[in-house]
T-cell receptor, first 114, second 113 residues
Framework: KNQVEQSPQSLIILEGKNCTLQ??????????LRWYKQDTGRGPVSLTI?????NTKSNGRYTATLDADTKQSSLHITASQLSDSASYIC?????????????FGRGTQLTVWP | EADIYQTPRYLVIGTGKKITLECSQT?????MYWYQQDPGMELHLIHY???????EKGDLSSESTVSRIRTEHFPLTLESARPSHTSQYLC????????????FGPGTRLTVL
């Protein structure tokens, strides 16, 4: 069964600290993996996308890694800011159809305290 | 900021009412999607469209219906709302490539009493 599991479910850190969010998936065949940021009451916004051949991708203070062999990804946030408080969602796409079907994780709820 | 809009943002309605959730995008995207999301849970695809006059049901069974008469417009309709329909509904669009990013609207929070 194609699944995307994220950990931790929630995380609280102090402003300025770093953190790492985890994503494990069983989706096959694999096409790409994205990390989205979803602010409360808003739609998700794409942060990074990685295909099979890529193992790291950065977007400002966000750095995503991908290990396609172990089917794991992480999102590292450096020098966290209050505005980083949001849900971070891991989304994996398969190659099984023309739709490029997406499998969503439940997200990690990050709270940054001052 | 993506140019995809949803109205209303919040809707509280009584059981049995007919409702239409609006979604419009100005990016000229061929593909559009409707997702349902409950608090703390993953997004579930309920409808999608490849283009005008093309609509398909998604993975999660839904009593809602959609139409795609114009490229930019993808409304979702519930003929008779029930409390089980209470959820957040997110609309998204993307270009035709299989790896292209989906751009999401702000969502409609629906509460059926």
């Amino acid at each position: 069964k194609n699944q995307v599991e994220q950990s931790p479910q929630s995380l609280i850190i102090l402003e300025g600290k770093n953190c790492t969010l985890q994503c494990n998936y069983t989706v096959s065949p694999f096409s790409n993996l994205r990390w989205y940021k979803q602010d409360t009451g808003r739609g998700p916004v794409s942060l990074t996308i990685m295909t099979f051949s890529e193992n790291t991708k950065s977007n400002g203070r966000y750095t995503a890694t991908l290990d396609a062999d172990t089917k794991q990804s992480s999102l590292h946030i450096t020098a966290s800011q209050l505005s980083d408080s949001a849900s971070y969602i891991c989304v994996v796409s398969d190659r099984g159809s023309t739709l490029g079907r997406l499998y969503f994780g439940r997200g990690t709820q990050l709270t940054v305290w001052p | 900021e993506a140019d995809i809009y949803q109205t209303p943002r919040y809707l509280v309605i009584g059981t049995g009412k007919k409702i239409t959730l609006e979604c419009s995008q100005t990016m000229g995207h061929d593909k559009m999607y409707w997702y349902q999301q409950d608090p703390g849970m993953e997004l579930h695809l309920i409808h999608y469209s490849y283009g005008v006059n093309s609509t398909e049901k998604g993975d999660l069974s839904s009593e809602s219906t959609v139409s795609r008469i114009r490229t930019e417009h993808f409304p979702l309709t519930l003929e008779s709302a029930r409390p089980s329909h209470t959820s957040q509904y997110l609309c998204a669009s993307s270009t035709s490539g299989s790896t292209d990013t989906q751009y999401f609207g702000p969502g409609t929070r629906l509460t059926v009493l």
